[in-house]
Nanobody
């Protein structure tokens, strides 16, 4: 079993910055993919930033140039640096880690952390 604990959300003004953290605990595992998703009220959950096993990153068009995903393997932590925040970034943010297992992969999700950007 793997547990993901998120932190770093909060209330900021337009143009401000936040850094979200996602710390994994429990079983030792190999990560094939790590990502940050967000979900606003009444909308579907969407991928905003992803980090693949080879180090390749990808971002939603709406956050390119403003958000950066990274990881610190020694601390079992994935980060999302969010700069120049906009009101449309307001959402609950969830981290996901994909674990390699014997016959495939398994996804694990964090509990979510709220980001609110005021205008």
């Amino acid at each position: 079993q793997v547990q993901l604990v998120e932190s770093g959300g909060g209330l900021v003004q337009t143009g401000g910055s936040l850094r979200l953290s996602c710390v994994a605990s429990g079983s030792t595992f190999i990560v094939s993919f790590a990502g940050w998703y967000r979900q606003a009220p009444g909308k579907q959950r969407e991928l905003v930033a992803g980090l693949a096993i080879g180090g390749t990153t990808n971002y939603a068009d709406s956050v390119k140039g403003r958000f950066t995903i990274s990881r610190d393997s020694a601390k079992n932590t994935v980060y999302l640096q969010m700069d120049n925040l906009k009101p449309e970034d307001t959402a609950a943010y969830y981290c996901k880690v994909q674990r390699l297992v014997g016959w495939g992969t398994q996804d694990y999700w964090g509990q979510g952390t709220q980001v609110t950007v005021s205008s």
